[in-house]
């Protein structure tokens, strides 16, 4: 049964979400898995530049800590650690997709910087 929400729950329940993805690398990393891609923990660094070995750990323990990514240790040497999202995960895809076409309708003439000159 899908839950009920208030205003006020409504909005603790969004704000907890966007806790969760908040961060300045856990979408870029999110967005080199979806669509069921699979990454080795060296593929992420150099898919992302700028990143630290530290910040891509910390952000990859957080995110398989919600339950976001699953992560799949190989029992050889050297270690082989993959990333991929979860079936829950996964399903955050349309939800972004859905608040990347809604910033892309938003009036021309809004105070905002254009998200689509970047």
């Not at 990333?83 to 972004?96: D, F, K, R, V």
Request: hydrophobic share 40%; glycine share 6%.
């Amino acid at each position: 049964m899908a839950k009920t929400y208030t205003p006020v729950t409504a909005a603790s329940d969004v704000e907890t979400i966007f806790k969760m993805l908040e961060g300045r690398w856990k979408l870029i990393i999110l967005f080199h898995l979806f669509g069921g891609k699979v990454q080795r923990y060296s593929d992420l660094e150099k898919l992302i530049p700028g990143i630290s070995q530290k910040m891509l750990a910390q952000q990859l323990r957080q995110l398989e800590a919600d339950g976001i990514i699953e992560r799949k240790v190989y029992p050889v040497v050297p270690p082989k650690v993959e990333y991929s999202m979860s079936e829950w995960g996964q399903s955050l895809c349309p939800a972004l997709d859905a608040l990347l076409k809604w910033a892309e309708a938003r009036p021309k003439d809004s105070a905002l910087p254009d998200i689509n000159n970047q």
